[in-house]
């Protein structure tokens, strides 16, 4: 499922969603940010490479967790896939650091919320999704069903 901007309650599976064109990809944070959804998503992506010119950014929920997912090995195939891995916390969830959306940017994120000027300009635009339908999007640069990759 996606939850299309700019309310949670507006939403569709990700094959409807699909097709969406996207700028911006965030994993993690204190929601979707635990070793398991890293892990999945490292799985998408492990020996892939992410879109050319897509960001995908990613920030583990903790430093523990940051931790375990380095032993994990999904640290590795994050970062090899392209992504940026973040320090722990909130990252560009709030829009005041790290990855703060622009004008006209979309986004697709594993976090909480959507609403507009949630992540940046009140001019982008928030999707929400599994870490799964997240990393997949990662590697088409539109939103995508994950179980094409699973």
Request: net charge positive; proline share 5%; aromatic share 4%.
């Amino acid at each position: 499922m996606v939850a299309r901007p700019h309310d949670l309650d507006n939403t569709v599976s990700a094959r409807e969603a699909g097709g969406v064109e996207l700028d911006q990809i965030f994993i993690g944070s204190c929601t979707n940010g635990r070793l398991d959804d890293l892990a999945v998503a490292a799985r998408i992506l492990k020996n892939k490479k992410i879109k050319r010119g897509l960001r995908v950014l990613v920030a583990p929920a903790s430093r523990k967790v940051y931790i375990d997912a380095l032993d994990a090995g999904c640290i590795r195939a994050l970062l090899s896939s392209g992504a940026i891995v973040l320090n722990p916390g909130c990252g560009p969830c709030l829009g005041r650091h790290q990855g703060v959306l622009a004008d006209g940017e979309v986004c697709l994120a594993t976090t909480n919320r959507n609403f507009q000027g949630r992540m940046g300009s009140p001019k982008s635009k928030i999707y929400l999704s599994s870490p799964a339908t997240a990393a997949a999007s990662a590697l088409t640069g539109k939103i995508t069903d994950p179980r094409e990759f699973l």
